[in-house]
């Protein structure tokens, strides 16, 4: 029996992601899709009005993935706060490793409609920082932690593994991707010692 055909909507999305992949956000015409899609260029229109809605789309499930990324480290199986709080961002510098071009593309442009700091995220809109924040949290109620705000050292943590990872992508580092991480995690421990009780 033959394999069921993927729903259009999926296929434009592959096509799109690979697009933006292997050669950035300019190649994401809706014309490109359609053809690596195999469909006509109108039809992409009955799936998503334009290229912004495409694009969004994109980004979005490229949130969710990170997540995923994330959850794939096994932070959950670790005991000790700081050792899950470490492995919960190893998941971020690998999915930035990883996908380097829409790691640029979802967390280092301006993006219409972005998601902000405070209200988005204190409102648990993130995908992404939401559960560092819930560890931030779990971390702080067992004792491990200081007492402080959550989601500002949530934050804090991102904006240190993000500014490592622009750093690396521009070439700052002679490192291989192995001692890169190996930095990452000593740079993490580092302030989480200093938030400890």
């Known amino acids: 029996m033959p394999a069921k055909a ?3 909507a ?9 697009l933006l992949e292997q050669a950035g956000p300019d ?3 809706m014309r490109a899709v359609a053809a690596a899609a195999g469909i006509t260029p109108m039809a992409i ?4 009005p334009n290229r912004d809605a495409l694009l969004k789309s994109l980004t979005e499930n490229e949130f969710l993935n990170l997540r995923e990324a994330i959850e794939e480290t096994g932070w959950r199986q670790l005991a000790a706060p700081f ?12 999915y930035a490793l990883a996908h380097p071009r829409l790691y640029d593309y979802v967390f280092s442009k301006a993006l219409k409609d972005a998601r902000q700091f405070p209200e988005d995220f204190r409102a648990r809109r993130s995908p992404t920082l939401t559960p560092i924040a819930d560890c931030v949290a779990e971390a702080m109620s067992c004792g491990a932690m ?3 705000d959550v989601w500002e050292i949530a934050l804090q943590l991102w ?3 993000h500014g490592y990872v622009a750093l690396y992508r521009a070439g700052r580092f002679a490192l ?3 001692g890169f991480l190996e930095l990452c995690s000593r740079s993490l421990r580092r302030i989480l010692d200093g938030l400890a009780t």
């Open 159 to 161: 904006a240190l593994a």
């Open 10 to 18: 999926e296929r434009i999305g592959e096509a799109a992601l690979e």
């Open 146 to 148: 200081k007492l402080d």
């Open 45 to 48: 229109y009955y799936h998503f």
């Open 27 to 29: 190649a994401v015409t």
């Open 83 to 94: 050792d899950r709080l470490i492995r919960m961002m190893e998941g971020y510098f690998l």
């Open 176 to 178: 291989s991707e192995e």
């Open 6 to 8: 993927k729903p259009t």
